[in-house]
């Protein structure tokens, strides 16, 4: 697995970038490795004391991509599609004013839903489409439907295939997940849960789609319960059935964690063990092939003793969240092999990288341009690296040429008609957008784009990197 730093760096020298690039190991006094500074905003800026939880939001409409950062006192929505000008279209404040250190938001349907441990404050369901067209930004937003099944919850998952939200550590169900049928999502309605496993802090669950045929379209429920992963089948709502839980050793607080995307390994963090064990930041990995009898496979130490918090898969990169360390990136490309690494940073804290709170708490890594939400303590930072972004998904099989391209670029195949075509620059902004007929080739006149590096993307489903002389 090679670094990528070299090759960045002759990027950067080569084309101008209107934001802070990583040079000499900085960007705008921050550490960091490969990550360019597009922008960042304190809580101040966004009328709060402190961010806390993010996530983001496509518009299907017209592919614009949206953050959206939790705060102390509400949620703020930020439209990225000019990543190193973003704008702050508003916020919405917490249900009744109520103000927590944690919130967490999840998107389905273009709409966002958000909770908080406030006391109260139960589930705020917020349309998004609202986003579209904010006639004096920033707007004060309210809330489109809430639900007060619950009061307080640390957590909220969403499983967008099925239409289920799991809100998680709220005072029912013994802290399991609560089921809530979010098919309409201004119209949320109870749905059941779970409380045989206790107290759940954080949780994935998917319509299961991995190598164990044996729940192969079930809705599958991974939960970190503070002492143990636990499997459970969620399909049944009104009759849950628990599958395994996976144990590890030198536990301190299980805390969360997330699948490879061929859900043969589970990647989870301990909030506390560095703390209590001393040792650099730790990733448990787990082999998830039989559900039945998940397997503890190896533990990966960071190059810092900071403390882990959120972490995401995207393609063969796990994206984490590193409270006084940053955003770190590892490359899983041979887990299976027990070998995984560090290949990039940005570290928000610059400091120190020290075993304590504070600092990064999530980390958003899904946006097709490759830009990642940073958000925390200190704000929302938004970063990307060109290279490391956006993955070359193996989905079809398409040919770019010629490439290097000067006027125009042919993209070929012989098994997948091309419906759409999609390119960004390495700012991560919309440059070229065509939809076609089903063909199987298509030219593309792109003299107009500037030299530089590019990512097409085609059919939504596969990434390909395009350089313009």
């Given at each position: 697995m090679k670094k990528i730093t070299l090759l960045f760096t002759l990027l950067a020298s080569t084309f101008a970038f209107a934001q802070v690039p990583c040079a000499g190991g900085n960007a705008a006094g921050f550490p960091c490795e490969g990550f360019n500074l597009?922008?960042?905003?304190?809580?101040?800026?966004?009328?709060?004391?402190?961010?806390?939880?993010?996530?983001?939001?496509?518009?299907?409409?017209?592919?614009?991509?949206?953050?959206?950062?939790?705060?102390?006192?509400?949620t703020a929505f930020f439209d990225i599609s000019d990543p190193v000008n973003p704008v702050y279209l508003g916020k919405l404040d917490a249900h009744n004013g109520s103000s927590s250190t944690w919130r967490d938001i999840k998107v389905y349907e273009n709409h966002a839903f958000i909770v908080s441990e406030a006391g109260g404050h139960g589930m705020q369901v917020f349309d998004l489409t609202r986003l579209r067209n904010v006639a004096n930004p920033p707007a004060a937003f309210?809330?489109?439907?809430?639900?007060?099944?619950?009061?307080?919850?640390?957590?909220?998952?969403?499983?967008?295939?099925?239409?289920?939200?799991y809100a998680v550590g709220t005072s029912t169900f013994n802290g399991g997940p609560h089921f809530i049928d979010i098919s309409n999502p201004t119209n949320p309605v109870a749905a059941g849960g779970y409380s045989l496993d206790g107290y759940s802090h954080d949780a994935q669950v998917i319509t299961y789609d991995g190598p164990d045929s044996d729940y192969?379209?079930?809705?599958?429920?991974?939960?970190?319960?503070?002492?143990?992963?636990v499997i459970v089948d969620v399909t049944?709502?009104?009759?849950?059935?628990?599958?395994?839980?996976?144990?590890?050793?030198?536990?301190?607080?299980?805390?969360?964690?997330?699948?490879?995307?061929?859900?043969?390994?589970?990647?989870?963090?301990?909030?506390?063990?560095?703390?209590?064990?001393g040792f650099n930041t730790r990733t448990i990995v787990f082999d998830f092939t039989d559900l039945d009898n998940p397997q503890f496979s190896f533990d990966y130490f960071g190059p810092t003793p900071a403390i882990d918090h959120n972490g995401y898969v995207k393609g063969?990169?796990?994206?984490?969240?590193?409270?006084?360390?940053?955003?770190?990136?590892?490359d899983i490309t041979d887990i299976a092999n027990g070998d995984i690494e560090e290949i990039g940073f940005f570290d928000t804290i610059p400091s120190t990288n020290g075993a304590g709170f504070g600092g990064t708490w999530n980390v958003y890594p899904f946006f097709a341009?490759?830009?990642?939400?940073?958000?925390?303590?200190?704000?929302?930072?938004?970063?990307?690296?060109?290279?490391?972004?956006?993955?070359?998904?193996?989905?079809g099989e398409f040919g770019l040429t010629p490439n290097p391209a000067t006027s125009t670029v042919t993209i070929s195949s012989t098994n997948e008609a091309i419906t759409q075509v999609t390119i960004?620059?390495?700012?991560?902004?919309?440059?070229?957008?065509?939809?076609?007929?089903?063909?199987?080739?298509?030219?593309?006149?792109?003299?107009?784009?500037?030299?530089?590096?590019?990512?097409?993307?085609?059919?939504?489903?596969t990434t390909k990197r395009l350089v313009v002389n």
């Amino acid at each position: 697995m090679k670094k990528i730093t070299l090759l960045f760096t002759l990027l950067a020298s080569t084309f101008a970038f209107a934001q802070v690039p990583c040079a000499g190991g900085n960007a705008a006094g921050f550490p960091c490795e490969g990550f360019n500074l597009q922008f960042d905003i304190s809580p101040g800026g966004m009328g709060a004391n402190a961010a806390n939880d993010s996530w983001g939001w496509t518009d299907p409409q017209d592919g614009v991509e949206y953050a959206i950062i939790g705060l102390t006192n509400g949620t703020a929505f930020f439209d990225i599609s000019d990543p190193v000008n973003p704008v702050y279209l508003g916020k919405l404040d917490a249900h009744n004013g109520s103000s927590s250190t944690w919130r967490d938001i999840k998107v389905y349907e273009n709409h966002a839903f958000i909770v908080s441990e406030a006391g109260g404050h139960g589930m705020q369901v917020f349309d998004l489409t609202r986003l579209r067209n904010v006639a004096n930004p920033p707007a004060a937003f309210d809330e489109d439907a809430h639900y007060n099944d619950f009061g307080s919850a640390h957590n909220i998952v969403i499983n967008e295939e099925s239409g289920y939200a799991y809100a998680v550590g709220t005072s029912t169900f013994n802290g399991g997940p609560h089921f809530i049928d979010i098919s309409n999502p201004t119209n949320p309605v109870a749905a059941g849960g779970y409380s045989l496993d206790g107290y759940s802090h954080d949780a994935q669950v998917i319509t299961y789609d991995g190598p164990d045929s044996d729940y192969t379209g079930r809705e599958i429920y991974i939960g970190s319960n503070e002492d143990n992963i636990v499997i459970v089948d969620v399909t049944d709502k009104g009759n849950p059935q628990s599958i395994s839980i996976a144990d590890y050793g030198n536990v301190a607080y299980t805390h969360q964690g997330w699948l490879t995307e061929d859900r043969s390994y589970f990647l989870a963090g301990d909030e506390i063990d560095e703390l209590n064990f001393g040792f650099n930041t730790r990733t448990i990995v787990f082999d998830f092939t039989d559900l039945d009898n998940p397997q503890f496979s190896f533990d990966y130490f960071g190059p810092t003793p900071a403390i882990d918090h959120n972490g995401y898969v995207k393609g063969n990169t796990y994206y984490m969240a590193n409270y006084n360390a940053g955003l770190r990136a590892i490359d899983i490309t041979d887990i299976a092999n027990g070998d995984i690494e560090e290949i990039g940073f940005f570290d928000t804290i610059p400091s120190t990288n020290g075993a304590g709170f504070g600092g990064t708490w999530n980390v958003y890594p899904f946006f097709a341009s490759g830009n990642i939400v940073i958000s925390g303590d200190e704000g929302f930072f938004l970063v990307q690296n060109p290279l490391l972004g956006v993955e070359e998904l193996a989905v079809g099989e398409f040919g770019l040429t010629p490439n290097p391209a000067t006027s125009t670029v042919t993209i070929s195949s012989t098994n997948e008609a091309i419906t759409q075509v999609t390119i960004y620059n390495v700012l991560g902004q919309l440059v070229l957008d065509k939809t076609f007929s089903s063909n199987f080739s298509e030219t593309l006149n792109i003299a107009d784009l500037t030299s530089g590096l590019y990512l097409v993307k085609i059919n939504n489903d596969t990434t390909k990197r395009l350089v313009v002389n």
